[in-house]
């Protein structure tokens, strides 16, 4: 699986990856492990994922999809960060 082999390359073969973000070519996020939205306008969208915060800028941003621990953000996408 391609997580298992991301943790092994980065010599982290043993740590849990809690939850992974995914950037698809500046025009959305995939985001799994959340817990829940913490705010979300049409520039900055904030999530919940294990011991970290995911946010997400840019411009148009609309959460297209949620559940299951699984977020969908679609538009502009300028900045991911965890905090």
Do not use: N, W
Not at 44 to 50: A, G, M, N, Y
């Amino acid at each position: 699986m391609f997580i298992r082999e991301m943790l092994d390359k980065l010599d982290r073969g043993d740590d849990f990856a809690p939850y992974v973000v995914t950037l698809v070519g500046g025009k959305g996020v995939a985001v799994s492990g959340v817990k829940r939205v913490l705010s979300a306008s049409d520039t900055e969208i904030r999530l919940s994922v294990p011991r970290a915060v995911v946010k997400v800028t840019g411009e148009g941003l609309s959460l297209a999809e949620i559940g299951g621990g699984d977020a969908y953000v679609t538009g502009r996408v300028v900045g991911v960060e965890a905090q």
